[in-house]
């Protein structure tokens, strides 16, 4: 198993990190869950985060093995929105799967009250003819 902390890079199960230096808070999910989306069909969904959430990891999945998606999360604080990607991005690019997240290089703080959006298009192929398909991204962190 390998985990990432910011101040020591890459670190195996073998050398943990001291008391101090690990996150403390309680593990949540943030779960957009987009079922039976049509054929290249684009869609939006917002959550309202309810207390402070530190994201760690990005893990994505999809019903139609070898398919495809892109997408981009965007993240609302105040007036303000900020878009975590530069563009829509192929999601293999920006998320892992289920036993290889994408763990953040530094955690992303997402404030109470904040809203975090998810928009997706969906891209899958099953032999070469476009297919309708299940997509769910999730957000892992702790609760701050």
Same mark, same amino acid.
């Given at each position: 198993?390998?985990?990432?902390?910011?101040?020591?890079? /890459?670190?195996?199960?073998?050398?943990?990190?001291? $008391?101090d230096e690990r %996150?403390?808070?309680?593990?949540?999910?943030?779960?957009?869950?987009?079922?039976?989306?049509?054929v290249l069909a684009?869609?939006?969904? =917002?959550?309202?985060?309810?207390? #402070?959430?530190?994201?760690?990891?990005?893990?994505?999945?999809?019903?139609? !093995?070898?398919?495809?998606?892109?997408?981009? $999360?965007?993240?609302?604080? +105040?007036?303000?929105? &900020?878009?975590?990607?530069?563009?829509?991005?192929?999601? &293999?690019?920006? !998320?892992?799967v289920g036993a290889?997240? #994408? $763990?953040?290089?530094?955690?992303?703080?997402?404030?109470?009250? @904040?809203? $975090?959006?998810? @928009? %997706?298009?969906?891209? =899958?192929? !099953?032999?070469?003819?476009? /297919?309708?398909? @299940? %997509?769910? %991204?999730?957000?892992? +962190?702790?609760? /701050?």
């Open positions: 198993m390998l985990s990432w902390m910011p101040q020591k890079g /890459v670190l195996s199960s073998l050398h943990l990190p001291a $008391i %996150i403390e808070g309680f593990a949540y999910l943030l779960v957009f869950d987009f079922p039976g989306e049509g684009t869609d939006s969904q =917002a959550l309202i985060v309810n207390q #402070n959430f530190l994201v760690e990891k990005i893990t994505a999945s999809m019903s139609v !093995a070898g398919g495809t998606f892109t997408l981009q $999360i965007y993240h609302q604080h +105040g007036s303000v929105q &900020r878009q975590l990607f530069t563009e829509a991005l192929d999601y &293999r690019l920006v !998320a892992g290889s997240p #994408n $763990i953040l290089q530094s955690p992303y703080l997402l404030g109470a009250g @904040d809203t $975090i959006t998810a @928009d %997706i298009a969906n891209l =899958a192929k !099953a032999a070469g003819v476009y /297919v309708a398909c @299940d %997509i769910q %991204i999730v957000l892992h +962190g702790v609760h /701050v």
